[in-house]
Every structure is written in structure tokens, then in C-alpha cells.
């Protein structure tokens, strides 16, 4: 079984940036889809951003244009590179992985 923990988030100002990553306990090589999703209070978890162990990424639209998703298999490491934040940012991030992984969360909170 594979640990996710998340670390990166914290509060920041409307326009800033933050960069999230998530460490997992073994080798990710094997987990295919590594993803980005977040959850606003009062709110649905949604789909932030999803990586391939092929390279290829998908973003959810309010998100493309400012985020990037990568992810360094020597390191067993995803990351989530946030730009031009806004407040609607605001959530708790989890990483999730192939055979539905989950981390524990980390929250973002941007200001206005």
C-alpha cells in the first residue's frame, strides 16, 4: 500500500503563487494516473489536474493557463505549481493516485 502526504499549502495573497507536493512512501513509477483535486467548504471535491505516467496532463478549465501538474518518478513526487491565484482557489488540496490513494489533504487559502 502506497502513503500520500501532501505539504506545500498555506495562505497567500490574491495574484501569488504556491507550489504543492505530494511525497508518496514507494515508488509511484507504477501508479499510471497520479491527480490533483481540491474541495471548497460547503462544496464537492472537484478535479484540479491529472498526470500520466506517460507525461500527459489534463486541467480542469478554471485552472488551465495557471496551474501545473509534474511529477518526478525518482523522487516519488507529484507537484501542483499554482500561478495568478484567486480567492475561488481557496481549498483543502488532496494528491490521489492509480487504486484510489488519497492523501490526507493540505489547504490553500488565497486572500483577497
Known amino acids: 500500500q502506497v502513503q500520500l502526504v501532501e505539504s506545500g499549502g498555506g495562505l497567500v495573497q490574491a495574484g501569488g503563487s504556491l507550489r504543492l507536493s505530494c511525497a508518496a512512501s514507494?515508488?509511484?513509477?507504477?501508479?499510471?494516473?497520479m491527480g490533483w483535486y481540491r474541495q471548497a467548504p460547503g462544496k464537492q471535491r472537484e478535479l484540479v489536474a491529472t498526470?500520466?505516467?506517460?507525461?500527459?496532463?489534463n486541467y480542469a478549465d478554471s485552472v488551465k493557463g495557471r496551474f501545473t501538474i509534474s511529477r518526478d518518478n525518482a523522487k516519488n513526487t507529484m507537484y501542483l505549481q499554482m500561478n495568478s491565484l484567486k480567492p475561488e482557489d481557496t481549498a483543502v488540496y488532496y494528491c490521489?493516485?492509480?487504486?484510489?490513494?488519497w492523501g490526507q489533504g493540505t489547504q490553500v487559502t488565497v486572500s483577497s
Open positions: 490521489r493516485s492509480s487504486y484510489n490513494y
Open positions: 514507494g515508488s509511484i513509477v507504477s501508479l499510471n494516473t
Open positions: 498526470i500520466h505516467s506517460t507525461g500527459n496532463t
